[in-house]
């Protein structure tokens, strides 16, 4: 019996220790670690991206009065030239198709000849006969004369119609082209292919020149990144700029530098960045952001860790199952990866997760992850 008891006691025993181990080995914190692993090292700089449209803008009324023609709505696709607004012109329509006919009749008339050709055709007829007569000795000299006057002052009349005509039609063809002129006022046109944006006015509403109606921003995107002043360098000497818009998480659009502004944001410091795209995904929206990345220069066969490994230039090290903080060197850092100098070797393993969380000497448990 008394056996028994003590075999009883000595496996109680054996549980509770093997508890107290296993729960003592559960206790130690997990963290993921990394190998030093050779690579490319980048020098880049980063920027904020925002998509804008390349143009905006204002559709602006000319002249004063009652819009007659608006139907566009937000959102409403327009081509360069389109009429998107139109404001009652009064009588200035009919004004024209009225001086427009009368045109057609002055060239009419100006084509046909002046009427009093009739009159110096038979009267130069009278001349040639009162001529001959004046050989047979029939008509004076003075009859003759007096026809001939009687002639040039009605070749006279005749040229002065012609004149009048061709006044009349030149007058009447500036009219007609300032009316044209005036009429365009009245139209709003689109100036560039783009989308209606909210909408400042409706139909029948009384604009005034220089009142907006409505906006208008080119369906063609600009790309915008904001840097910090300490990357100007950087982007300055970028060769490429890798583009990752939120929306397309999984995507990188290339491009380069369009121009930088000389003039920085006063109150943040940053500067403007402008890039040259090629290719832009389809549905990329105005206002949507991102991240680029100005590559300036690469380092093959460096010495490369995760940028999340490193906080105040120093990072904690494996060494066995305990955590050693080693301060190292860096060299080109890019936005994921960190060029190390000095401070590790390849092959030792480096926390890449929390490690804000971590202190030196912690005794840990270790979970390897495979990124790249």
């Known amino acids: 019996m008394k056996l028994k008891t003590v075999l009883q006691a000595l496996v109680l025993l054996a549980v509770v220790i093997g508890s107290y181990f296993g729960v003592r080995e559960l206790a130690i914190p997990e963290v993921e670690v990394e190998p030093v692993k050779r690579g490319t090292s980048v020098l880049s700089a980063t920027g904020n991206v925002t998509v804008l449209p390349a143009l905006e803008a204002n559709l602006v009324a000319t002249e004063k009065g009652v819009l007659s023609k608006f139907t566009y709505r937000e959102g409403d696709l327009v081509k360069k030239d389109d009429l998107v607004a139109q404001i009652d012109s009064g009588r200035l329509a009919f004004d024209l198709t009225m001086w ?43 009859e003759i004369i007096s026809l001939e006057t009687e002639a040039n002052v009605l070749r006279r009349i005749m040229e002065l119609d012609t004149l009048d005509l061709e006044y009349a039609v030149k007058r009447t063809t500036i009219l007609i082209a300032q009316t044209k002129n005036t009429l365009e006022n009245y139209d709003v046109r689109a100036p560039f292919d783009g989308v209606i944006m909210t909408p400042v006015r409706v139909q029948g509403d009384l604009v005034f020149a220089g009142g907006a109606i409505t906006k208008i921003a080119s369906t063609k995107k600009l790309i915008k990144v904001e840097v910090n002043q300490d990357d100007l360098e950087a982007v300055r000497r970028s060769k490429r700029v890798i583009v990752n818009f939120f929306s397309f998480p999984n995507q990188d659009f290339e491009g380069t530098v369009l121009n930088l502004v000389p003039v920085g944001n006063s109150t943040t410091q940053r500067f403007t960045v402008f890039l040259k795209m090629e290719k832009l995904p389809e549905k990329l929206l105005s206002g949507q952001t991102g991240e680029a990345s100005f590559i300036a220069d690469e380092r093959a066969n460096a010495l490369l860790i995760p940028a999340r490994a490193i906080t105040s230039n120093h990072v904690f090290v494996l060494n066995g199952d305990r955590l050693e903080k080693r301060k190292i060197q860096k060299g080109y850092t890019s936005i994921t990866k960190i060029e190390i100098l000095g401070g590790l070797k390849e092959g030792e393993f480096i926390v890449c997760k929390d490690v804000d969380q971590q202190r030196d000497g912690d005794r840990v448990r270790i979970k390897k992850t495979t990124s790249n």
């Open 100 to 142: 427009e006919t009368d045109l057609e009749r002055l060239k009419e008339r100006l084509a046909l000849g002046s009427h009093h050709r009739f009159n110096l055709a038979k009267l130069e007829k009278n001349l040639r006969n009162a001529k001959l007569l004046k050989e047979q000795g029939t008509r004076s000299e003075n």
